[in-house]
């Protein structure tokens, strides 16, 4: 009883941030981005065919279980704009709640600071109180990886992580990476000189982790594509390699202070092991250029936070300075990846991450934007991985607070000042 009393001031501080949103807003601000152009109209359309609603073609490109959700609870509470934020809220509540708890499960140092800082994640935090389909994804997400971590999950565990990322995914598309990546994982560790027997062994392990891509078959069937007809000219299977250089540039513009841990430190000793991964890999950098550019739907453009700051460092400091910027932050990316990989032991946990990200690096190299709202999916996995050795609570701290005002900047941007055609 004592532990749990004492756990109440810690999830209600993780309620704390949306406070002061609800009470500026109400939550009845415009509409802002995609909310009154694709989601509403969705949510609309759910509901005034209800109780069968068609999820053959409408007018969002995500998955259709968050408007069927918003539609049930619509049904019972109304569709007032700022009621439908409200469930936003809740679920991105319940999200960071579940991560916290994967936190201290996984026993990182700092388990409330690491869930705030995935909290205050510029477009976590904006979507949180908005009517998109992100929070939602992330909500069964998280939560799925509660089974999939354990060391040994036994078959009924797997069953709950696998029926949880099917919900994930039938909220985001992109949540394919959850049952692939373990489906890669399993295949990894299995004896490749005993194939066949292997396989045999693994057999209903396979057909759980399967069960979740096997579940969303029919929608793309239904779809004859990976979203509704209405998006399939804007959203297409499309290889980006673009997307193989925005990798490391993400990880070093958003977990830059790991490059300040002991083991980056002790990796950066080895300057040439980290020279020559930088040098091998910098002919992709220059490959596959990533170009910032705003213009709508635009293939290969780099778009978001990191590319707006990149920009507008260059209208500071000169073209030369933010191209500087840019390759500085690949190279920061790619040390602080390099050093968690020669960083020993790799434990089950560690693999099973791994093989995520590897896996959403392939399917999100097939996506035709190179958009940062993308990588959402693996800020959880990243924070996972790298906050697991980081003991510099005071760097945290520091990184927390500048999040903070990136996302309350980023927020304030796109409710008040950012214009929008609807």
């Known amino acids: 009883m004592a532990r749990m009393s004492g756990e109440v001031p810690l999830r209600l501080l993780l309620a704390v941030p949306f406070v002061p949103i609800i009470l500026l807003t109400g939550l009845s601000f415009r509409f802002v ?38 539609t049930i609870y619509g049904k019972i509470v109304g569709f007032e704009i700022w009621k439908l934020r409200i469930l936003s809220v809740v679920v991105t509540y319940l999200m960071v709640n579940l991560f916290y708890n ?3 499960q996984h026993k990182l140092p700092y388990p409330l600071l690491s869930t705030l800082i995935l909290l205050f994640f510029p477009y976590v935090f904006f979507h949180g109180f908005t009517i998109y389909t992100v929070s939602f994804g992330l909500f069964f997400g998280v939560w799925a990886l509660h089974y999939y ?6 078959l009924i565990q797997l069953f709950k992580g696998s029926l949880l990322a099917t919900l994930a995914i039938y909220c985001r598309q992109y949540y394919l990476v959850l049952p692939a ?31 979740p891509i096997v579940l969303v078959l029919p929608l793309f069937w239904l779809w004859q594509g990976f979203t509704p007809p209405l998006h399939q000219t804007d959203h297409f299977v499309h290889p980006i390699l673009q997307h193989l250089n925005f990798m490391p540039i993400f990880v070093g513009f958003y977990f830059l202070p790991i490059l300040f841990s002991k083991n980056a430190i002790k990796m950066l000793r080895f300057k040439k092991v980290a020279l020559l991964v930088v ?8 490959l596959f250029p990533l170009v910032y550019s ?6 290969a453009a780099m778009t978001g936070v990191i590319a707006h700051t990149l920009d507008i460092l260059s209208q500071i400091i000169g073209s030369p300075g933010g191209v500087a910027a840019k390759l500085g932050l690949w190279t920061a990316g790619l040390l602080i990846i390099f050093g968690e990989i020669i960083n020993c032991p790799w434990s089950v946990v560690k ?16 996506t035709p934007y190179v958009s940062e709202r993308y990588y959402i999916l693996i800020i959880p996995y990243l924070i996972l991985i790298l906050h697991r050795s980081f003991r510099n609570s005071r760097l945290l701290y520091f990184w927390l607070i500048l999040q903070i005002a990136i996302s309350v900047g980023f927020s304030y941007w796109q409710i008040v000042l950012k214009s929008f055609n609807i």
């Open 181 to 211: 990546g373990m489906l890669f994982f399993e295949l990894w560790r299995t004896n490749w000189r005993s194939f066949v027997p292997a396989i045999r062994q693994r057999f209903w392990r396979l057909t759980i982790l399967s069960l």
């Open 279 to 286: 040098a091998i890999l910098l002919p992709i950098y220059f």
């Open 149 to 154: 971590f354990l060391d040994e999950p036994n």
């Open 294 to 299: 705003e213009e709508p739907n635009r293939i």
């Open 33 to 70: 981005g995609d909310e009154g152009l694709f989601h509403i109209k969705a949510i609309n359309a759910f509901a005034s065919s209800w109780p069968i609603p068609n999820i053959a073609d409408y007018s969002s490109a995500s998955t259709p279980l968050p408007y069927l959700l918003w």
């Open 102 to 104: 994967l936190c201290k």
């Open 351 to 366: 693999s099973k991450l791994f093989a995520l990200l590897a896996t959403f690096l392939i399917l999100i190299s097939l």
